[in-house]
């Protein structure tokens, strides 16, 4: 039972051009989100995160957005550039709860 | 800074052997956690501890266990490695929802 998924496995973008990435998720119980990002043989880094409060949250070229009554996020990234070549999963978790549910990861790679 | 640390970057270990994965943070956290990471499959949880001396199991703690004794470090144990358990192994450290990450262990059983 995959809580939240990645439909994408992969997404080849033009350096400078926006990258998208997609997350969708069934439980209506969640209430925090983050994106992670890792790069090979290294462990992930948090990127970005959002709570159910909001349906946006930037920082500088990153910015989350989260459409509660679909169940879905996307992360934009603007322009991307050749180190945001990596692997990005998306988390979700809920009701207080101290642990994250991942999605299977979209790798990214931007084309110069 | 967060600092989770693994004890192995790369690991080969034969059918049947005892494994231990190590991982120590430094920022008295009191809730770790065990993943492993196989391509398509995301980030799947083992087991995790909120705190010393206790344990939690995750969606897939078959053919694992762990001990936390310090509330500083973690263990992965694979009882009997198998060549199913070949994976990337990564270790978190949780500060309420946001999960910080060792490098990741990468582990061959052959």
């Known amino acids: 039972d995959q809580q939240v998924k990645q439909n994408s496995p992969s997404l080849s973008v033009q350096e400078g051009r926006i990258s998208i990435l997609n997350c969708d998720y069934t439980n209506s119980m969640f209430d925090y989100f983050l994106w992670y990002k890792k790069y090979p043989a290294e462990g992930p880094t948090f990127l970005i995160s959002?709570?159910?409060?909001?349906d946006k949250n930037e920082d500088g070229r990153f910015t989350v957005f989260l459409n509660k009554s679909a169940k879905h996020l996307s992360l934009h990234i603007v322009p991307s550039q050749p180190g945001d070549s990596a692997v990005y999963f998306c988390?979700?978790?809920?009701?207080?709860?101290?642990?994250?549910?991942f999605g299977q990861g979209t790798r990214l790679t931007i084309n110069p | 800074d967060v600092k989770v640390t693994q004890s192995s970057r790369y690991l080969v270990k034969r059918t049947g052997e005892k494994v231990f994965l190590e991982c120590v943070q430094d920022?008295?956290?009191?809730?770790m956690f065990w993943y492993r990471q196989d391509p398509g499959l995301g980030l799947r949880l083992i087991y995790f501890s909120y705190d010393v001396k206790m344990k939690e199991k995750g969606d897939i703690p078959e053919g694992y266990s762990v001990s936390r004794e310090k509330k500083e470090r973690f263990s992965l144990i694979l009882e009997s490695a198998s060549t199913n358990q070949t994976s990337m192994y990564l270790c978190?450290?949780?500060?309420?929802?946001?999960?910080?990450f060792g490098q990741g262990t990468r582990l061959t059983v052959v």
């Open positions: 920022m008295d956290h009191e809730n």
């Open positions: 988390a979700a978790s809920g009701q207080g709860a101290q642990k994250l549910v």
């Open positions: 978190a450290s949780y500060l309420y929802t946001e999960a910080f």
């Open positions: 959002i709570s159910s409060i909001k």
